[in-house]
């Protein structure tokens, strides 16, 4: 209490000269960077859901070694101006990085980083080893139903793939009618399994590439060089 009160009372002597909020603001930064060294990079995480929000961004951040904050993109694009002054990078999954570039201005487009998100080496291997005849494929955006369509038609090309996006109740009903296993991403098996499904289940989850960590590593080291040359 003591040592705020100080503060405080210093504050109002620099307001008494006349320097403004944004001012003093600024000064301050630079003062508590000479003697605590460089701010480390602030860097968003931007997922469309809880369930990956969560899990790849505690991996990302597990991985590069530096905290990341987590939004999910519904909230990011509304505020996406003051997320691009407030950020030194804004990372999200391939999927959803033409989305966020648009809703960032130009200026700031260098700032927002994609990363790839396979399905991991264990639900691939479940998927290749499923041999059906009609597959029920679950997810919560069009873009994964594609790529996940896709895989499903290499491993069992004689198959049939039904999708459907999970908040589509009477597809999901007509998919489960018919199908003998079903496919399902990881934020969707919740409500899936509130259907009652007796086949049986593939839960896919994703992971982020080697490729897409070294590329986030290297920017972050980027910022930590660039910042420590400007403090």
Do not use: K, W
Not at 159 to 177: C, F, G, H, K, Y
């Amino acid at each position: 209490v003591g040592s705020e009160m100080c503060i405080r009372d210093r504050f109002r002597d620099v307001q008494q000269l006349g320097l403004s909020r944004a001012q003093l603001l600024d000064t301050v930064g630079h003062a508590i960077e000479r003697v605590y060294g460089p701010a480390a990079p602030r860097a968003l995480f931007v997922e469309c859901n809880y369930q990956d929000l969560e899990a790849l961004g505690g991996e990302l951040s597990l991985i590069i070694g530096a905290p990341l904050e987590l939004a999910l993109l519904d909230d990011v694009i509304p505020a996406a101006d003051a997320l691009a002054t407030r950020y030194n990078l804004l990372v999200t999954t391939f999927q959803h990085l033409g989305q966020l570039r648009q809703a960032i201005p130009a200026a700031a487009r260098n700032q927002v980083i994609g990363v790839h998100v396979p399905p991991a080496h264990d639900s691939l291997l479940e998927l290749a080893r499923l041999h059906v005849a009609t597959f029920g494929l679950v997810c919560d955006t069009p873009s994964t139903i594609e790529s996940l369509s896709h895989i499903i038609s290499t491993y069992n090309p004689s198959a049939s793939v039904l999708p459907t996006l999970i908040d589509d109740d009477a597809q999901l009903r007509r998919v489960l009618d018919q199908a003998d296993a079903v496919i399902v991403t990881r934020s969707c098996h919740a409500r899936l399994i509130a259907f009652g499904v007796v086949q049986p289940i593939v839960t896919v989850v994703f992971t982020i590439d080697q490729q897409s960590i070294n590329f986030l590593r290297r920017r972050i080291e980027e910022l930590n060089e660039l910042r420590a040359a400007t403090g």
